[in-house]
């Protein structure tokens, strides 16, 4: 059956759509402020609110791993978890509706990325021990060895490839928005993009409703608690 015309100016009128749920924006700007303040308290020897910083961070993972699997649409993992092909496609720019929608391919590699080498970071800071003042809280659980690989990796080259994620994530921000014209920071903020034909006829928007704000908020305190207690077991 032809659509008539009425339907078809509909397909194609810009709608507005949730996106970002609550909870995924604050826990972006959220951690976004604690890696600054790690890495700022790391360069200054803060290390008292370093370690502070990195208990907040580890929360922050954490709970970004529980909100993947049950949060709004675009938030969870499989929303933006690509098969090899469809990254390809998309560099040949022969991007699918979904990719316009979310994460594209590329930015989900990049988000994997961040997600994996921050987790990385914070677990080496808790095992790390310095044999000077600073002991991580697991660092008793490990062999001296092991200690100090995750000390050298921690205040070295894993410190080292965190900035420089975030400076090539800064640079895809800036390349999508000044020559592609696609903003990434404001949807980030409002939770909403405004999305054309095809992307918005493929769009289901991201539950943000009451309810799954309180779920969100009971998974960051537990998250919270538990960041706390491994805080306890430091020396």
Known sequence: MTPSPSQTIDEVRPTRTRIW????????????LGVGGLLAT??????????????????LLLFRLLWGFVGGRWSRFAAFLYRPRSVVAYLRGDAH??????????????????LGLLALQVGTGLLADDE????????H????????????????????LVIALLVLHLLAV??????????????????????????????????????????????FAACVGFALWIGTLRS
Do not use: C
């Open 21 to 32: 749920d609550l909870p995924t924006r604050a826990f972006h700007w959220l951690l976004a």
């Open 42 to 59: 790391g360069f200054l020897g803060a290390m008292e609110w370093h370690f502070r910083l990195g208990y907040l961070v580890l929360a």
């Open 141 to 160: 659980l490990v062999s001296g060895a092991t200690a100090s690989l995750a000390t050298g990796w921690h205040a070295e080259r894993g410190k080292w």
């Open 97 to 114: 509706p979904d990719h316009l929608i979310g994460h594209n391919p590329l930015g989900a590699l990049s988000v994997f990325a961040m």
């Open 132 to 139: 000077i003042s600073n002991v991580g809280p697991l660092s």
């Open 174 to 219: 800036l390349y999508y928005a000044l020559v592609r014209r696609h903003r990434l920071v404001g949807p980030m903020i409002s939770g909403d993009k405004t999305l054309v034909a095809p992307a918005s006829t493929a769009a289901q928007p991201s539950r943000d409703d009451a309810a799954s704000r309180l779920l969100a908020l009971v998974l």
